[in-house]
């Protein structure tokens, strides 16, 4: 039986429990078999039999809570998924600015006790109104999710915020309409508190929304690689069709600089096209009748005919795409700390205030006054301010930090797995290597110089658009040698070129080449030939007149900081591995050199997702160092991805963390910032959860029978507001953080 995916974009999703419950919904319906929720960009895939009904699906989702599923089917969907998002983002902006504008002044004015007495009750009942307005704008999403979380039996963050500030303007309103319930020295009113915490746990929710916001542009930009015509042979005329109406067995028409449309098998002609998105490697590949092409690479130049064999959701390019999705939704999801903590926090809060509001009823001859006091004070001491702000405000900090050592940090929950990452995967060409090939040696022959050889080639390679040419050239330049005039340039893609230079007819390329010249070519040439690509380097043999005069050697250089930033890493008892596109000896020859021991060469682009799958089977923590598209699915698969600034947009956008700078030596200040920020946010937690718990006893009144201390809700918004600037000054200690 074939089972098919449904891909799901669903909205209301607000803590880690949205996960488990939309997913238990989802495994008891009939006809799902599989389903993955993914907090971080809001989707879900959901493995079903191939007569599930789509309806049936969004009714799971629905029936979990208060969330709205929608199915996503093409490009046109992840887009209007992207501007929901963004809509989602500003109206959270809007929401914060709205309370924090009405909400600071009064809390300034009060501070400064400028503000009238309660008992001026239409200044009051003015401010009462205007802070129900602002609270209907800005936090109606807290009520409306306790709502629904209530009917549902499940309480979470937004319980606590929307009980506290709820609470706070009953209370303020009561004093103002009713003041002779309550003692004098409790008669304050809380509408600027209510404002504030509203506000404040806003601005963490923009947080997230931020990070959130690029989850889908690595696939929205796989998606542009797809071409969206084809230039397709029909009764011997080229024609443009859409991509959508190309069959398998059709002729399609590639010139010069167009992108392959679907996947195929040259036919007619011959060209260089750019696999980079498929290897990572920077040399165009030569294809000749018989090789294959796929969707997405490019035709660097010449012009071919290829009959297609792979067309829509069959093309390797389609492939990557479903990769990356998968990947993305298989990545594990970051511990929610502060929603751990909730899910035991608020049911223990509110079933405190209860039994103090309780307590007091039965305790006092006047347990009204005090049931409303304590409870009140209960809930507000608990509110959430302080834990909410645990995380996010040392998220900003450590961002910040990173961001002043070439480090941008696209998600924030890399922060905490980085540093537990036990395994890095290094990609190899661009990331430890330059990407950028240089002639690293000249062997000359007796009856020529090292710079009469280089001559030579330069004077062929004049002519010539082959990878190496670029290189030999610049070697050349920076010698200030003088170039030789060449005729009769003549190039065969795969072998090599050859030119008229002065007297003599000139050969540059490989063995092939020169053999198919007749050019003799001793032992001795065979070993050093055989040395060069032994330490990672690509012979390119010279020969004038069919006589071999020497040999230049063409590499891609390691980075200056490659060995020192692996060695650092090694000391912190990580594994070091390097997957590549690239050949097996080349590969082996540059982890020699930087001190690898695990090499996995020859890879597809699924190859490299695979393989850190299994690395991840096997309990591996794994975190992906890569710069091309080919990268992009292992990126998004590994628990932590760096992107090099300088490599593809997709590689960039399927990373959590872009190294700017694009050296390696911010890999291990990476893990070291990560591991003061998680630091950080853990004392912030604990504090914050400490802070308030042993605050709670207080505001419930225990102390009031022994010592008739009771704590007034203006002391409980002042406790409230300590432990924020408590976790606020301990997040700000980051700064000073030397990795």
């Not at 907090?39 to 799971?60: G, K």
């Not at 409303?372 to 302080?386: D, N």
């Not at 695979?610 to 975190?623: D, R, S, W, Y």
Request: charged fraction near 15%; hydrophobic fraction near 50%.
């Amino acid at each position: 039986m074939n089972q098919r995916i449904i891909r799901l974009s669903i909205e209301g999703m607000g803590c880690a429990s949205c996960v488990g419950k939309i997913e238990k919904s989802l495994a008891a319906t009939d006809g799902v078999i599989a389903a993955n929720v993914n907090l971080a960009d809001r989707t879900a895939s959901v493995e079903v039999s191939p007569d599930m009904i789509e309806a049936n699906i969004l009714d799971a989702v629905e029936s979990a809570g208060s969330y709205h599923a929608s199915v996503m089917q093409n490009a046109a969907d992840e887009k209007n998924k992207s501007e929901a998002e963004r809509a989602h983002l500003h109206s959270k902006i809007k929401q914060s600015a709205a309370a924090i504008l009405t909400g600071f002044p009064l809390m300034i004015l009060s501070m400064m006790h400028v503000l009238p007495a309660p008992s001026d009750t239409m200044f009051w009942l003015v401010m009462g109104g205007l802070t129900f307005v602002v609270m209907a704008y800005a936090g109606s999403h807290f009520f409306v999710g306790t709502f629904n979380g209530l009917k549902h039996g499940n309480t979470s963050m937004d319980t606590l915020v929307a009980m506290g500030t709820g609470m706070a303007w009953i209370y303020s309103m009561l004093v103002v309409l009713v003041p002779a319930l309550f003692p004098e020295a409790s008669r304050h009113v809380y509408f600027e508190a209510a404002l504030i915490v509203i506000a404040l746990v806003n601005i963490g929710h923009v947080l997230e929304a931020r990070a959130r916001g690029q989850t889908n542009s690595a696939i929205e930009k796989l998606i542009t690689l797809q071409a969206k015509t084809a230039r397709i042979q029909r009764d011997c005329q080229d024609m443009d069709v859409a991509i959508e109406d190309v069959q398998v067995g059709d002729v399609v028409h590639v010139r010069a600089g167009e992108r392959i449309p679907v996947d195929g098998v040259v036919s007619q002609g011959q060209a260089y096209v750019d696999e980079s998105m498929l290897t990572g490697e920077p040399m165009p590949v030569a294809k000749h009748q018989g090789d294959e092409v796929v969707a997405g690479t490019i035709n660097g130049n010449g012009s071919f005919y290829y009959t297609t064999s792979r067309v829509g959701k069959d093309t390797v390019l389609a492939h990557i795409i479903e990769t990356v999705r998968r990947a993305q939704s298989a990545k594990p999801q970051i511990a929610r700390t502060v929603d751990k903590v909730a899910s035991i926090f608020v049911p223990a809060v509110l079933l405190v205030a209860l039994a103090t509001a309780v307590f007091w009823l039965i305790y006092d001859d006047q347990g009204s006054t005090l049931a409303l006091v304590t409870a009140m004070s209960v809930v507000l001491i608990a509110c959430p301010c302080a834990l909410g702000l645990a995380t996010p405000i040392s998220m900003i900090v450590g961002i910040g930090k990173a961001a002043e050592h070439g480090i941008l940090i696209r998600q924030g929950g890399a922060l905490e797995v980085a540093s537990h990452l036990t395994t890095m995967v290094f990609d190899k060409t661009g990331t430890i290597t330059l990407g950028k090939p240089k002639v690293t040696q000249v062997i000359s022959g007796q009856d020529f110089s090292e710079n009469e050889v280089l001559q030579l080639a330069a004077a062929v390679e004049e002519g010539s658009e082959h990878p190496l040419a670029k290189a030999i050239l610049e070697e050349a330049t920076g010698r200030k040698l003088t170039m030789l005039e060449a005729a009769g340039f003549l190039q065969v893609a795969g072998r090599g070129a050859s030119a008229q230079v002065g007297d003599g007819l000139v050969l540059l390329g490989n063995l092939a080449w020169l053999r198919h010249h007749q050019v003799e070519i001793s032992q001795t040439w065979h070993d050093q030939a055989e040395v060069l690509a032994t330490s990672g380097n690509t012979p390119v043999f010279v020969a004038k007149d069919n006589q071999l005069v020497g040999i230049l050697a063409v590499a891609d250089p390691i980075k200056e900081d490659a060995v020192e930033s692996l060695l650092a890493l090694k000391h912190r008892g990580i594994r070091l591995v390097i997957l590549t596109g690239d050949h097996q000896q080349t590969a082996m020859a540059v982890a020699k050199r930087v001190g690898i021991d695990d090499v996995f060469a020859e890879l597809k682009p699924e190859d490299k997702d695979g393989i850190i799958a299994k690395l991840q089977a096997e309990g591996e923590i794994v975190g992906m160092v890569g710069d091309g598209i080919n990268d992009a699915a292992a990126l998004a698969r590994a628990n932590v991805g760096f992107a090099i600034a300088q490599g593809s947009d997709i590689a960039i956008e399927s990373a959590d963390v872009v190294l700017l700078r694009g050296n390696l030596v911010t890999i291990p200040h990476a893990i070291a910032i990560s591991q003061a920020t998680l630091g950080n946010i853990k004392q912030n937690l604990w504090g914050a959860f400490i802070y308030n718990t042993l605050a709670i006893p207080v505001a419930a009144g225990v102390l009031f029978p022994a010592f008739g201390l009771l704590l007034n809700p203006m002391l409980a918004g002042a406790a409230m507001a300590m432990s924020s600037v408590t976790v606020v000054s301990n997040a700000n200690r980051l700064r000073f953080f030397k990795p």
